[in-house]
Nanobody, 125 residues
Framework: QVQLVESGGGLVQAGGSLRLSCAAS????????MGWFRQAPGKEREFVAA????????DYADSVKGRFTISRDNAKNTVHLQMNSLKPEDTAVYYC??????????????????WGQGTQVTVSS
């Protein structure tokens, strides 16, 4: 059974930074792409960023490009999301997800097999 556990969320002022982490267990981490999604109250879950199995490819939502960086450490079965220049509109629950393949369409939630429980990020103005 795959488990994904996010950490690193919290409250930060606009312009600040946070680093989210996701620890994975249960299947060969290095074989699968990983993604981050977020969901704000009253809104649909939206794609944030994704990284391929060996970190050769990354993809970012336009709203976070240039501010967020996704990375992974296959030796430690972890994926990170470094978030800089945070804005109040970044406030959401952030979810880590494991893709069904090493890479492929990464912006759509049905492409992911497993999800974490989420971590709250709140950016105050």
């Amino acid at each position: 059974q795959v488990q994904l556990v996010e950490s690193g969320g919290g409250l930060v002022q606009a312009g600040g930074s946070l680093r989210l982490s996701c620890a994975a267990s249960g299947r060969t981490f290095s074989s699968y792409a990983m993604g981050w999604f977020r969901q704000a109250p009253g809104k649909e879950r939206e794609f944030v960023a994704a990284i391929s199995w060996a970190a050769h490819y990354t993809d970012y939502a336009d709203s976070v490009k240039g501010r967020f960086t996704i990375s992974r450490d296959n030796a430690k079965n972890t994926v990170h999301l470094q978030m800089n220049s945070l804005k109040p509109e970044d406030t959401a629950v952030y979810y880590c997800a494991q893709h069904r393949r090493g890479w492929g369409p990464v912006r759509h939630p049905p492409e992911y097999d497993y999800w974490g429980q989420g971590t709250q990020v709140t950016v105050s103005s």
